[in-house]
């Protein structure tokens, strides 16, 4: 039954795929394609994250996968796709067998008038949505495998002066499956993590294009959303703006409300925006964002996330360094609750040591919290606070060859300042990739 689910979920990532094997004309059409190997052991301190009875384990991946870009008046396609074996040594897990794939493709139906949009992702997430599975230091703890593939035929009307109107219908369907062994020891069992979800959604976008520097869009969309746990009925009205004010420095903003009447008889109704502010400073570029957005979550039917972020980039002639700050918070919309928050701060850097040698150093400092159902306060999660350190070297050699080492220093605290009941895991990995 499990290997019929995974089948079914990237159904539509290998049919997409056919596509891209279809006789096209050859005339003007641009073909990049990029196959790829990577060979990896890892060896972990704290397999399963824990602050007492820690666990050392030692993890061989291998990596095999390729990028795909094909372009042309009529298609365009971008595809990813990376095959992954990893065996833990010690048994912490059980083989794993995964898959990562992208796939991007735009089709003109009838010229310049009726296209076609189709999409797909597969990809290792957390079933914490205010965590992200690619910052992990666990390769499976708390984890699930989320399938994601869109379809979106649209028309796009050229009116007078400046104005285009797109109209059209989206089909999306996400679909999650457990992870092997996911939890402690190692059972190799498999648990499926995730509300499987459908959406259809119509939408109309006016844009008119004031100056070359100057865009207006209004939207509206209807949307259609079916689980297991509820569905509901979803109406957005949105207005925006894009204006680019200097050279590489832009301000744009959108604000909108939407409508959500859920099969129980519960409506919500709350404002949603998108504003930014990107400014070069002569090659240090600053940014500040204020987001609230529909976001997926794996656990809630329905998740209303609201973000602010300020960062700092600079570019040197061997480098860059950069930096972030940021504040989210999780509300999941049909219990008007905020499910989780998180806050942190983060520094990164990259120096060119010599030719064909790279350094590269990151550092974090976030603090979680989760809501509790007993009452309406919100309590720490059991590890709050997390201090991340990284350091790394690569190393390219001829015949596009490189090696990588990077080691990863984690502690989970309870306090900011309070060590005592930490889980600390140490990481190293040793990587060597060719690119063909």
Do not use: C
Request: glycine fraction near 8%.
């Amino acid at each position: 039954m499990k290997i019929n689910k995974v089948r079914s979920g990237m159904l539509f990532f290998l049919l997409s795929g056919l596509f891209l094997w279809l006789p096209v004309p050859a005339s003007a059409a641009d073909f990049e394609f990029k196959p790829f190997v990577s060979l990896s052991e890892e060896v972990t301190d704290n397999v399963y994250e824990n602050a007492t009875g820690k666990r050392t384990d030692y993890i061989t991946r291998v990596r095999p996968g390729a990028t795909f870009r094909y372009q042309s008046p009529l298609w365009t396609w971008d595809t990813a796709y990376t095959f992954e074996y990893r065996n833990y040594a010690r048994g912490s897990n059980g083989d794993e067998y995964l898959h990562d794939g992208s796939l991007k493709g735009n089709i003109s139906v009838i010229d310049n008038f009726f296209f076609l949009d189709l999409s797909d992702t597969y990809k290792r997430v957390t079933l914490d949505v205010s965590q992200n599975a690619a910052t992990q230091t666990s390769l499976f703890v708390n984890q699930t495998d989320q399938n994601s593939a869109q379809i979106s035929p649209y028309l796009l009307w050229r009116l007078r002066g400046e104005r285009t109107l797109k109209t059209g219908y989206s089909f999306t369907d996400t679909r999650y499956f457990g992870v092997n062994g996911s939890t402690q020891g190692g059972s190799g069992s498999q648990r499926s993590n995730g509300i499987d979800k459908q959406e259809h959604r119509g939408f109309a976008d006016l844009s008119h294009d004031v100056t070359a520097k100057l865009n207006f869009t209004t939207r509206y969309a209807f949307t259609r959303l079916e689980s297991d746990p509820a569905q509901y009925n979803k109406h957005d009205v949105s207005g925006s703006f894009k204006y680019e004010y200097a050279d590489k420095s832009f301000l744009s903003a959108q604000l909108g409300n939407s409508w959500q009447q859920f099969n129980n008889g519960v409506d919500v109704s709350y404002l949603f925006w998108n504003a930014a502010v990107i400014h070069d400073f002569n090659g240090t570029v600053g940014t500040l964002e204020a987001i609230v957005i529909t976001t997926e979550d794996p656990l809630v039917v329905s998740t209303k996330e609201t973000t602010y972020r300020a960062k700092l980039d600079k570019t040197f002639l061997r480098g860059s360094i950069g930096g972030a700050v940021h504040y989210s918070e999780f509300v999941n919309t049909q219990t008007d609750v905020i499910d989780h928050r998180t806050q942190g701060v983060s520094v990164s850097g990259r120096y060119e040591v010599m030719q064909d040698i790279t350094a590269t150093l990151a550092t974090s400092v976030e603090k979680y919290s989760q809501q509790t159902t007993a009452n309406n306060s919100i309590n720490a999660t059991n590890y709050p606070y997390r201090f991340t350190g990284t350091g790394g070297l690569n190393f390219a050699f001829n015949k596009e060859l490189t090696l990588g080492l990077t080691y990863t220093y984690v502690t989970q605290r309870y306090g900011f300042s309070d060590a005592a009941g930490a889980a600390e895991i140490n990481k190293a990995v040793v990587e060597l990739k060719k690119t063909f």
